[in-house]
Each structure stands twice: as structure tokens, then as C-alpha cells.
């Protein structure tokens, strides 16, 4: 059995998808494994956006496309991005025994956030969806339930990526952000990796495809715009919602460039 078949195997109800970081790598054991190579994409040595997506490698992975969504359950930026994917996919398919609707974590940015939790990986017109929750709704454990310190949350969450995620997804998502700033990130700067400032996995996005892989860093809109909406009711709105509907127009865009 290969790794990706391990992966399916072990991921069923809560698969994976995508993501996210790196903690602080001043050595340079890990380089960038990736390069750019087709003309118009944003050059990767000006790191990434936050907010949007960048396409990190040409390299041809396969005749499907690979949607990996890493988020924690109680993640502001997961609940909004949230949505954009339900839409998307909602054009294709029957949603509703994939997704339950959820709040984000009273505590965070942004409290009670609506969106969906993404119940367990899917497979639509020869896209793979695999949704992975690193940590739970306050993140004082783990999806599997291990305890979750801050000071370590960081740490822990990039072991349990590297378990539970192909390696190849996981080389990439971590070469990407140990190596790389992200642009307009809160706290970042120019000067630095997104790692450095990173206190624990945060939501990201990475799409694998024929033409190559993108990497999402942040919310595709601000949760602001569906803060204090009720997340049963956008269940059906947010087909209604420009912000929505543009974000998952983007989203469209990525995975059927493939």
C-alpha cells in the first residue's frame, strides 16, 4: 500500500487537506524543495500573500486534483474560508452529509464566527477533498485528544501534520513556510518567515493538481463579514453573499486550472 493509500485509509472521517507552517528554522536544513516554473505566477522569492493564493511548484502531480484543508475547529479564518469551499462544491453536489455548521471559539478574533465543519473527506469530478482538524474548538487539545499546552501547540500540531498528512504535502507546506514570508500577515514583516511568529498551525489550503501546487495562507475575506450571522441560516444565504461568492469563484478558479 502506498503512503497516499495509508493516508486515505487512516484519515476516514476526518481527512485531509492542506497545510500549514513551520516553526522556526534558523538553520537551513530545510530548503525550499519547490521552485516556480511557469511565467505569470507570483515569483516565489517574494514569499506569499496572505489571503490569496500562490502557485509554489509547476511540478505535475497526478491526473486528480488534491485538495488538502488544514484548520483547528475553533479557527475564525477556518470558519470563513469555510464557506467559499461549501459553495464551490454545492454547485456540484449534495453537501449536506459532509458539513454540520459550527462557531468559532468564543475566546479568539472574531468569536462565534459562523461556518461549516467539513465531516470527512469527498470526492467530486476528480477532485479529492480532505479536510484535517489539528486542534479542538478551544485548543487546549488535539482532534485525537491530546493536551495542548501553548507554549508547544506549535510543535505539536506540526508533528500531528507530519503523521497524519503524505509526505509530499508535508515537505511542501513546510519547506514553503519555514523558507518563505507571508505578506500582510498580523504580526509578519518582510524580513521574516511566517514560522517565526507562528504560535500554533493555523488555516491553509494547498492544491495539488497535473499543472502544479498553490498554497493558501489566511482567510480568503475577513471574518468580519459574516460575523454575527447565524450559521444554520448561511447554510442556505451564502449562496446569496457576494464576499462568498467571490471567494469561492476564486477557489473555482485554482482547482479547475488543473
Not at 7 to 26: E, H, N, Q
Not at 67 to 73: F, I, L, M, P, T
Request: charged share 10%.
Amino acid at each position: 500500500m502506498t503512503r497516499r493509500q495509508k493516508f486515505f485509509t487512516f484519515a476516514g472521517t476526518i481527512v485531509v487537506i492542506a497545510l500549514l507552517i513551520g516553526s522556526i528554522a534558523a538553520s537551513g536544513y530545510y530548503k525550499r524543495l519547490f521552485e516556480l516554473e511557469n511565467a505569470g505566477s507570483t515569483n516565489l522569492a517574494n514569499g506569499l500573500t496572505w489571503g490569496q493564493f500562490t502557485h509554489i511548484s509547476g511540478q505535475d502531480y497526478g491526473n486528480t486534483t488534491q485538495v488538502y484543508y488544514v484548520s483547528w475547529y475553533g479557527c475564525p479564518i477556518g470558519a470563513a474560508d469555510s464557506w467559499a469551499f461549501y459553495v464551490y462544491f454545492s454547485r456540484a453536489m449534495n453537501m449536506s452529509i459532509y458539513v454540520s455548521p459550527h462557531y468559532s471559539d468564543p475566546y479568539d478574533s472574531f468569536p462565534n464566527t459562523p461556518g461549516v465543519i467539513f465531516e470527512k473527506q469527498f470526492t467530486v469530478g476528480g477532485v479529492w477533498f480532505h479536510p484535517l482538524y489539528v486542534y479542538n474548538q478551544y485548543m487546549n487539545q488535539t482532534t485525537g485528544g491530546l493536551s495542548v499546552n501553548r507554549s508547544d501547540s506549535l510543535e505539536l500540531g506540526i508533528s500531528l501534520l507530519q503523521s497524519e498528512l503524505p509526505q509530499e504535502v508535508y515537505s511542501l507546506e513546510r519547506s514553503a513556510m519555514e523558507t518563505l514570508p507571508t505578506f500582510g500577515m498580523p504580526g509578519n514583516s518582510v524580513n521574516i518567515s511566517s514560522g517565526t511568529i507562528l504560535q500554533h498551525v493555523n488555516t491553509n489550503v494547498i492544491v495539488l493538481g497535473p499543472k502544479g501546487a498553490w498554497i493558501l495562507n489566511g482567510p480568503l475575506f475577513t471574518p468580519e463579514f459574516i460575523y454575527g450571522q447565524n450559521a444554520d441560516d448561511l447554510l442556505a444565504g451564502a449562496f446569496n453573499n457576494s464576499e462568498i461568492q467571490t471567494a469561492a469563484s476564486l477557489v473555482g478558479s485554482v482547482i479547475q486550472s488543473d
